[in-house]
Nanobody, 124 residues
Framework: QVQLVESGGGSVQAGGSLRLSCAAS????????IAWFRQSPGKEREFLAR????????SYAYSVKGRFTITRDTFKDTVFLQMNSLKPEDTAGYYC?????????????????WGQGTQVTVSS
């Protein structure tokens, strides 16, 4: 069992930055695939970024590529999402999720463990 806790959300003006953290406990997540998603009311959960546990390979959604960066601290079992050049349309609840190493997917259904989310609000 893996527990995930996100933090770092808040309110920021357009053009600003935030750094989200996702702390894992229960078991080490170094071999798992970890992703960030977001969801706004009335919308589907949207994939943002992923890091493959065994290769440290990252991938990003087109909407955030070049603005968001996913990194991880293996020793602390923590994953980060650095968000720069934020836009009002980035306003959403942000969630980290963990998938088994054999699940190479950006679909939410592939991720077994989820955090409770942290809210990001970007004002114009």
């Amino acid at each position: 069992q893996v527990q995930l806790v996100e933090s770092g959300g808040g309110s920021v003006q357009a053009g600003g930055s935030l750094r989200l953290s996702c702390a894992a406990s229960g078991r080490t997540i170094s071999d798992y695939n970890i992703a960030w998603f977001r969801q706004s009311p009335g919308k589907e959960r949207e994939f943002l970024a992923r890091v493959i546990g065994r290769t440290n390979t990252t991938s990003y959604a087109y909407s955030v590529k070049g603005r968001f960066t996913i990194t991880r601290d293996t020793f602390k079992d923590t994953v980060f999402l650095q968000m720069n050049s934020l836009k009002p349309e980035d306003t959403a609840g942000y969630y980290c999720a963990v998938a088994d190493s054999f699940r190479i997917s950006i679909a939410p259904v592939a991720y077994r463990y989820w955090g409770q989310g942290t809210q990001v609000t970007v004002s114009s």
